[in-house]
């Protein structure tokens, strides 16, 4: 469960290269944890591009951006390179670090109630700090409003 203002929850993850992520590697940079559903699926190709677009933005404002999902490094890998993304990927087959971070819930899908991720976005501080979050997305225009929120924060 995400609670703001709190420490946020250590996790440990392969990336699309299947080397092990710690959220502690980024301990002194700012860290916005996006949580998406599936690879290659409109909305999810249309997050993970307008996160890679704006990533140099992000470095601008010392800032890493992760993306998680169920999906295996190798389908990780192939979205990557499809896409021409340049974001880190991670990859969370047990949903355990979902869980941890409310993205594995109940949901509405086309009028049924499912467990399943929902997007959603988490934006940690430089001292590994929960600051802000995005309980429920939708994939057009986050990424922007993502660093909106990470440029007002930092000058507080």
């Not at 340049?86 to 594995?104: E, N, Q």
């Not at 997305?137 to 409003?145: D, I, M, N, Q, W």
């Amino acid at each position: 469960m995400i609670t703001l203002g709190a420490r946020a929850s250590a996790f440990s993850l392969q990336n699309e290269n299947e080397e092990i992520v710690c959220l502690s590697h980024f301990l002194g940079s700012w860290v916005v944890l996006y949580f998406y559903p599936k690879d290659d699926t409109p909305g999810c190709t249309t997050e993970a591009r307008e996160f890679s677009h704006e990533l140099k933005k992000f470095s601008e404002l010392n800032s890493v951006v992760l993306g998680c999902s169920p999906d295996e490094p190798q389908k990780h890998r192939a979205f990557i390179k499809k896409h021409k993304l340049r974001i880190g990927l991670l990859s969370d087959p047990k949903r355990t670090v979902m869980k941890k971070y409310g993205a594995w819930r109940e949901k509405n899908l086309y009028g049924k109630k499912v467990i399943g991720v929902v997007r959603s976005t988490v934006l940690i501080d430089d001292k590994g700090i929960v600051v802000y979050h995005w309980r429920s997305v939708k994939s057009l225009g986050h990424a922007e409003k993502v660093q909106k929120t990470l440029k007002t924060l930092q000058m507080k």
